[in-house]
């Protein structure tokens, strides 16, 4: 999958849209948003290809703002520095959609061991609708026995002020997952979402390897209110995208659609 009409910076694509996904918000609120999710390479692993990722993101990001015309993104909604709105889109490194990619590939590099940046994006029928969404993924390991440690991890069981969380269950054909949504206040009492979610894979043995489980935990922070409606459904999309990347390869002479760039990980 190519990754369809919006463009994908380099090989580190997860995977393309899924154009029939449901993204639920609410109880009484369903909303239909394709989403795509990207790797943003590690720091330091491959200097050549990572010079390759910047500069392909930037011209996806450049170009989507051009098409949308976009007012540029506070701190608080790319989670770092604001961009100049001096920047022309045209002149290189300065550019809006460099900073933004030099801001992700910035926050890849500070985060401990084990743990990979993915962004992602939901479009409407014009393009990309929000702002990347950042999501943290570590590894936790492979792992064997009782997964009802992960409730635990994500804040499952964790009452706030009297309130049990909102808690959605996810399964996919190689595993069961769940995710957390839990409002909370941050700076100037401005609300926030925070979003954990975990999944124990189990990967089927193949000719090449025997069977493999580990446990996955995904966070991220949402500040921007219409987005939180949706961005919970993309965070299992994600989960389900990870799980299929693992699968065994389909027989010689059929279609192979898996997410693949994610099975390194």
């Known amino acids: 999958d190519s990754g369809g009409s919006h463009g994908n910076p380099s090989g580190h694509r997860v995977v393309a849209q899924d154009r029939s996904e449901r993204m639920t918000g609410t109880d009484d609120d369903i909303i239909e948003v394709p989403w795509q ?49 001096d920047d ?10 460099s900073l933004l990619a030099q801001d992700l590939y910035g926050r890849a590099g500070e985060l401990p061991a084990g743990g990979r940046l993915v962004w992602g994006v939901g479009f409407d029928a014009d393009g990309p609708r929000w702002w990347p969404v950042q999501v943290v993924v570590e590894r936790l390991g492979n792992v064997v026995g009782n997964p009802d440690y992960l409730l635990d991890l994500v804040g499952a069981r964790t009452l706030i002020d009297g309130v049990a969380p909102n808690v959605t269950y996810l ?27 975990a999944i124990r894979i189990e990967w089927p043995a193949t000719a090449d390897g025997p ?39 389909p027989p010689d002479g059929t279609p192979d659609n898996r997410p693949t760039e994610l099975v390194e990980n």
């Not at 399964?171 to 979610?197: C, H, K």
């Open 88 to 97: 022309d889109a045209g002149s290189g490194a300065g550019t809006t959609g």
């Open 37 to 85: 999710w990207f790797w943003v390479p590690t720091p330091g692993e491959d200097l050549a290809a990572e010079a390759r990722w910047l500069t392909a993101t930037a011209a996806v990001f450049d170009r989507w703002l051009a098409e949308r015309r976009q007012a540029l993104p506070t701190a608080e909604e790319t989670g770092g520095e604001q961009a100049n709105d």
């Open 211 to 249: 069977a493999m489980s580990s446990d996955f935990l995904l966070t991220t922070r949402i500040w921007d209110m219409s987005l939180a409606a949706v961005a919970g459904s993309g965070v299992d999309l994600l989960m389900r995208q990870m799980a299929d990347a693992g699968a065994p390869a």
């Open 171 to 197: 399964s996919t054909a190689f595993g069961d997952g769940l995710r957390v949504v839990r409002a909370e206040r941050g700076p100037a009492d401005r609300v926030n979402v925070l979003i954990r979610a």
